[in-house]
T-cell receptor, first 114, second 114 residues
């Protein structure tokens, strides 16, 4: 069965520090992978996605993620966190074929200390 | 820009009431989705629709039904609301063709059932 694990429920980092949010997936075929961000009281906004090609993907707001097939991981990184990055982050996996249905992780809440 | 709108941001209903949550997208997307979001559980798919009048159950369809009479509109119906349906409800849409589909989300409806 498809599943996504985000091992960290909460993460706190200092403003200006680097960030890595972990995502591991279980999927029977080549997956599409996504990271979404949700600011308080808002819907989800796409940060970046991976379909094929270069395994290092650049997204909006200075985020990047690296697909590692051997580790079934798609970790999200940012070199320097800003206070406005405080939000909840969701990793998701979906099929390349029919369906477009995504399976989401439970989310990681990021807090930023000033 | 893709726009997905939901009829209400906040809704308070009584146990046993019939509740309608409306979602409209303006990008002519074939696929539309209803998710439920609860803390620590991420997003769980209730129903999705891949065409007008077509629907498929997601992971947690019990207690819900849906309607899609027009391509741009997808409604979630709680036939008889219960307190355990208090949650955040998110609607999304996506194209069904081509590489690189993305789900676009509305702002969410926070439903409280008393």
């Amino acid at each position: 069965a498809q599943s996504v694990t985000q091992p960290d429920i909460h993460i706190t980092v200092s403003e200006g520090a680097s960030l890595e949010l972990r995502c591991n997936y279980s999927y029977g075929a080549t997956p599409y992978l996504f990271w979404y961000v949700q600011s308080p009281g808002q819907g989800l906004q796409l940060l970046l996605k991976y379909f094929s090609g270069d395994t290092l993907v650049q997204g909006i707001k200075g985020f990047e993620a690296e697909f590692k097939r051997s580790q079934s991981s798609f970790n999200l990184r940012k070199p320097s966190v800003h206070w406005s990055d405080a939000a909840e982050y969701f990793c998701a996996v979906g099929p390349m074929e029919y369906g477009n249905k995504l399976v989401f992780g439970a989310g990681t809440i990021l807090r930023v200390k000033s | 820009d893709v726009k997905v709108t939901q009829s209400s941001r906040y809704l308070v209903k009584r146990t046993g009431e019939k509740v309608f949550l409306e979602c409209v997208q303006d990008m002519d997307h074939e696929n539309m989705f209803w998710y439920r979001q609860d803390p620590g559980l991420g997003l769980r798919l209730i129903y999705f629709s891949y065409d007008v009048k077509m629907k498929e159950k997601g992971d947690i369809p019990e207690g819900y039904s849906v309607s899609r009479e027009k391509k741009e509109r997808f409604s979630l119906i709680l036939e008889s609301a219960s307190t355990n349906q208090t949650s955040m409800y998110l609607c999304a849409s996506s194209p069904s063709k081509g590489v690189g589909y993305t789900q676009y989300f509305g702002p969410g409806t926070r439903l409280t059932v008393l």
